[in-house]
């Protein structure tokens, strides 16, 4: 046994020995709470009770063994409230009526709802810089492999003692990996316990587990760890040229590492203000509960509303002798008074718990200063979040609204201060004035209410703010990978007309302008996913490999190599088209928008459209690949599908086209766009699968995800309509203005 704190399931696991040279006739144990004097037991030996589980006895001739569970469920225990507790044996000596031994005495405590989350905040910030400590080895590792790689450009066969350092730097980057994983166990053994305590909602355990699979990547990299080995074995058989290539890949690996740890770290803070705010909302509702409980306990027959609905006029006097007896004959129910003396002014003052007035006051007070302690945490919340703000980085939505909901929250503490009436409830009781302690609590109800709203509506834009801007990002990041889809395809286009001799050199600047705009926006888009779970991992990916794409068809321009810079071009265009769809489901997603049973928008209609039409383009580019030894039966079956594929999508397109055919002009010629899908489909009939027929499936593909965008600047446009309509000829107001003003 310990002191300690009792855990949340209220369980304790004991194990003891005890032992006599004449033998053990009991084994108990024995408890008394705080501030009272009498021992409760429980005997080991002989039908225990519910509250002793998984009971193992092991008895000899002289001696015990037990070990057991302790389940304090029964237990009366208020947060705060503590108990001591020890085991008493008592021997089989029969002349003197058994000598009796106690243990040492132990101490259990129930903490309060607000220690139990400190102590949680406490674990996850050692987490925390756990892996803070990972991130700054991986940094320093990576600084050491730059400066490895300038040395193998300056001496490319490096002397044994370089040698030895390369291996040295291997070796660290596979320690680091390994010490990737007790942080990771770590954040496992938090999220299941979160998840069986059920402390808060499927969101945050949903974010937990993308955290966890983010370091799961990181750590079981089967293709690193294999790759770390033959480097270190096989670093003295490797010829320069080789070592060098080596290591560059060695710190792709360690920048890619590290990117992805400062990323869960980003997150894990995101997340932790998250569970902050839930802690605080969760810590307000309790105290809300509580002050309910303790408003029933002071006022357990509801005697004025009993005397409402009768139909009485007047208030019900404290010492009206139906409610005595009433009152009296409910406390007595079921149960026997410890005392004999039945004066009418003692039963009013129990309640059916049978607390007095001093007792109720008691816990009224408790409760009183836990509610002013909460006022301190709040007040620490908001110096923590402006200390954030002013570290240079710019603060993220959840933390604005954060920042936004605990100066609110603060704000309404300090002007109604709920503690106040709790305080006032508290004397009220001492003195015997419970209906004065009722209206008190009431008022404290109503300000803990007022709090717990403004809380829970903060907690609900926090949660919204950050789908929306997340939404928002994604789909200015859709637009502007569009925009430079068509300026690739005027690359392919130019590339595909000119003929030998070409002028190569305006087409490789072109693609260099589109390359670095490509990496601006998988920059910007690295910089959105460190504070922000809606965007997933593989967006990020698929735009670092558009953006290598792109650097390589660079290349192949500047080389003069049309053929194949042509074919790296629209395999760069076919990437962006379907990245664009990617993007923007990802930002309906974060947003919120669609869903439900109601039919989809022109515009979501449109967007399904495009994410088919991606779909179809990637099935003819494969089966493409595999036609160097003619069409097999069933390849001939999937040629067949993709032309019913492409069928389906022009009718879905002509059927929204007669939708809108009022809004052509916003749209564009969509019966043109109908036409090219109807001649993709009769080329895909005859199995001839051109270069032109794959840059016209990418064409439709452009067209598509253009529409889309054109009908979502349409409905936001009638909507600002809709909202200015009703004010264009509503009342002016202010003096007329003077002659020449601007406007």
Request: net charge negative; no cysteine; hydrophobic share 30%.
């Amino acid at each position: 046994a310990e002191d300690r704190p009792l855990e949340r399931d209220l369980k304790l696991a004991i194990s003891a020995v005890a032992a006599d040279d004449v033998g053990l006739a009991r084994l108990d144990l024995v408890w008394r709470q705080d501030g009272t004097d009498e021992w409760a037991r429980i005997p080991l030996l002989d039908a225990p009770g519910p509250s002793i589980v998984d009971l193992e006895l092991d008895r000899g001739e002289s001696d015990v063994a037990a070990s057991f569970i302790w389940d304090l469920g029964e237990v009366d225990l208020l947060p705060g409230d503590g108990l001591a507790y020890a085991l008493e044996a008592t021997d089989n000596n029969a002349r003197v009526g058994g000598q009796v031994t106690r243990s040492q005495t132990w101490r259990l405590r129930l903490p309060t709802i607000s220690e139990l989350f400190q102590e949680d905040r406490s674990e996850r910030q050692e987490s925390g810089e756990d892996l803070r400590d990972l991130l700054a080895e991986g940094q320093e590792l990576r600084e050491d492999l730059e400066r490895l790689n300038r040395e193998l450009l300056k001496d490319p066969d490096p002397e044994w003692q370089t040698r030895e350092e390369i291996r040295d730097t291997l070796e660290r980057q596979e320690e680091l990996r390994q010490s990737l994983e007790d942080a990771s166990d770590e954040l496992r053994r938090q999220m299941e316990d979160f998840e069986r305590e059920n402390a808060g909602n499927l969101d945050t355990l949903e974010k937990m587990e993308m955290i966890q699979e983010l370091l799961e990547d990181l750590k079981d990299d089967e293709t690193l760890q294999a790759w770390l080995e033959a480097m270190q074995e096989a670093m003295d058989e490797l010829s320069p040229m080789e070592i060098q290539r080596q290591m560059e890949d060695s710190l792709a690996r360690q920048e890619e590492f590290n990117r992805r740890l400062d990323r869960t770290i980003e997150l894990l803070k995101e997340l932790e203000r998250e569970r902050r705010m839930s802690d605080l909302v969760e810590e307000t509702n309790e105290y809300l509960d509580r002050q309910r409980e303790l408003a029933e306990m002071t006022d357990p027959s509801g005697e004025q509303e009993s005397a409402d609905e009768s139909g009485e006029e007047g208030e019900q006097e404290p010492g009206d002798e139906s409610s005595d007896s009433e009152d009296s004959s409910d406390s007595e129910e079921g149960a026997q008074s410890e005392s004999s003396e039945g004066e009418q002014s003692e039963s009013d003052s129990e309640s059916e718990q049978g607390l007095s007035d001093e007792e109720l006051a008691e816990l009224q007070e408790r409760l009183q200063e836990e509610v002013e302690r909460l006022e301190q945490q709040v007040q620490e919340e908001l110096e923590r979040l402006r200390e954030e703000s002013e570290g240079g980085e710019s603060p993220s939505p959840t933390a604005e609204e954060m920042q936004k909901a605990l100066e609110e929250a603060l704000e309404q503490m300090q002007q109604q201060k709920p503690s106040e009436p709790m305080g006032e409830a508290s004397e009220q009781l001492q003195d015997g004035e419970r209906d004065e302690a009722s209206q008190s609590q009431d008022e404290a109800q109503e300000r803990l209410l007022s709090l717990y709203q403004i809380l829970v509506q903060g907690q609900s834009m926090m949660q919204q703010s950050s789908g929306k801007f997340a939404g928002e990002k994604l789909q200015q990041t859709a637009f502007d990978l569009l925009q430079l889809s068509h300026r690739e395809e005027i690359v392919v286009d130019a590339l595909r007309d000119g003929g030998r001799g070409q002028n190569m050199r305006p087409l490789t600047r072109e693609q260099s302008r589109i390359t670095r705009a490509s990496g601006k926006l998988s920059t910007d888009l690295e910089d959105l996913a460190r504070q922000n779970f809606n965007v997933p991992e593989r967006l990020l990916t698929a735009l670092r490999q558009l953006v290598e794409l792109s650097e390589a068809t660079g290349e192949e321009l500047e080389y003069g190599r049309a053929g194949r810079s042509r074919e790296s071009a629209r395999d760069v265009m076919g990437d962006m088209n379907r990245l664009v769809t990617s993007l923007l489901s990802a930002a309906q997603s974060a947003s919120g928008s669609g869903g439900g049973g109601a039919m989809p928008s022109p515009s979501e209609q449109m967007r399904q459209m495009a994410e088919e039409q991606g779909r179809l383009n990637g099935m003819t580019r494969d089966l493409r690949k595999r036609l160097e030894h003619g069409l097999s039966p069933g390849e001939r079956r999937q040629l067949a599908e993709m032309q019913a594929r492409q069928q389906a999508i022009r009718e879905q397109l002509q059927q929204l086209r007669e939708q809108l055919d009022d809004e052509r002009r916003v749209l564009g010629d969509l019966e043109d766009l109908a036409e090219s899908m109807e001649q993709v489909e009769d080329e895909l009939g005859t199995g001839e699968l051109s270069d032109d027929l794959q840059r016209q499936q990418e064409n439709i593909h452009s067209r598509l995800l253009d529409a889309e965008r054109s009908i979502r600047e349409r409905d936001f446009a009638k909507r600002r309509e809709s909202r200015e309509g009703g004010q264009l000829f509503g009342e002016q107001s202010g003096e007329d203005r003077a002659t020449g003003e601007e406007d």
